[in-house]
């Protein structure tokens, strides 16, 4: 999984570039926040609740609880590894390096996106089904506009955080194992 995870931390690093160091938004961060500002204030919180800490948790346990059902102890322990290691590299690394900020507070890359979507990441890899797509595409979605709509974060951070919380669980996730083909002499 190394070559998806280069590539997803590759493109987290360059989005960033054009907006290090500053405060205003582009033109993509600015079509996104016209876009969703005719949604209520109600509206926009009940959008950003997959992002709040019981949810992330939750999920995060759930991933956690799977991997030990199945008997994969190194997964459980990558479960809860992968997103904690993804969080403190936006918050103590990136966050500082790319210094953008939004009302007061560092924002690239959204530690708000990095915290779902490494937990919905391993979630996925832990489950592989569809369905599990769907629904983490969905909840990624609805962040995105509330954290947008609350003037959170900018659709570029909200991107920059998803990329660089794929790439950090890609890159710490094991590779699946075939099970060994019978013999046939």
């Known amino acids: 999984m190394w070559a998806p995870a280069a590539v997803c931390g590759a493109l987290a690093l360059l989005l960033g570039l054009p907006f290090a160091g500053g405060t205003t938004p582009g033109s993509v961060d600015a079509a996104a926040a016209a876009a969703v500002a005719h949604l209520s204030p109600g509206v926009v919180r009940v959008l950003l609740l997959p992002t709040e800490p019981f949810v992330v948790l939750a999920l995060g346990l759930l991933a956690v609880a799977l991997?030990?059902?199945?008997?994969r102890r190194l997964e459980a322990a990558l479960a809860?590894?992968?997103p904690l290691l993804a969080i403190l590299l936006t918050g103590w690394l990136l966050k500082p390096l790319y210094d953008r900020w939004k009302n007061g507070t560092l924002v690239y890359p959204s530690g708000h996106t990095v915290s779902l979507v490494a937990v919905l990441t391993v979630l996925v890899l832990v489950?592989?089904?569809v369905i599990v797509?769907?629904?983490?595409a969905v909840a990624l979605l609805a962040a995105a506009a509330g954290l947008v709509g609350m003037g959170y974060h900018y659709l570029t951070d909200v991107a920059g955080g998803t990329l660089f919380a794929v790439a950090v669980v890609l890159a710490t996730w094991p590779v699946p194992r075939r099970a060994p083909a019978p013999s046939g002499g």
Request: glycine letters at 14%.
């Open 67 to 71: 991997c030990l059902r199945a008997g």
């Open 80 to 82: 809860l590894g992968a």
């Open 127 to 129: 489950t592989r089904r």
């Open 133 to 136: 797509v769907v629904l983490a």
